[in-house]
């Protein structure tokens, strides 16, 4: 069984940063596409970030753009959502995925595998 587990979440002022790490438990899945998605109080879980199976191509939500940055280290089995100049609308339940294939994809009927979430919360 897939398991992604999420960490780094936490509370943290606007302006700050964070870095979110997500380890997949199945090294054999180091090669698809992963992807980042976020879940605010009363809205739907949105687009966040997404980089390839071969990290060499990543997509972001217009919102993050300039302000995240998502990387992944093949040889830890792991991906990152480093996150600067935070704003409270960030402030968000935050979820990573491993898509079906290699190639960057943004919709979540997309993803295959999902973690449990970690709390990011910006304060003003």
């Known amino acids: 069984q897939v398991q992604l587990v999420e960490s780094g979440g936490g509370l943290v002022q606007a302006g700050g940063s964070l870095r979110l790490s997500c380890a997949r438990s199945?090294?054999?899945?180091?090669?698809?596409?992963m992807g980042w998605f976020r879940q605010a109080p009363g809205k739907e879980r949105e687009f966040v970030a997404a980089?390839?199976?071969?990290?060499?191509?990543?997509t972001y939500a217009d919102s993050v753009k300039g302000r995240f940055t998502i990387s992944r280290d093949g040889a830890k089995n792991t991906a990152y959502l480093q996150m600067n100049s935070l704003k409270p609308e960030d402030t968000a339940v935050y979820y990573c995925?491993?898509?079906?294939?290699?190639?960057?994809?943004?919709?979540?009927?997309?993803?295959?595998?999902w973690g449990q979430g970690t709390q990011v919360t910006v304060s003003s």
């Open positions: 995925a491993s898509a079906f294939g290699t190639n960057v994809v943004t919709t979540q009927r997309e993803y295959k595998y």
């Open positions: 199945v090294r054999t899945l180091s090669s698809y596409a």
């Open positions: 980089i390839s199976g071969s990290g060499g191509a990543t």
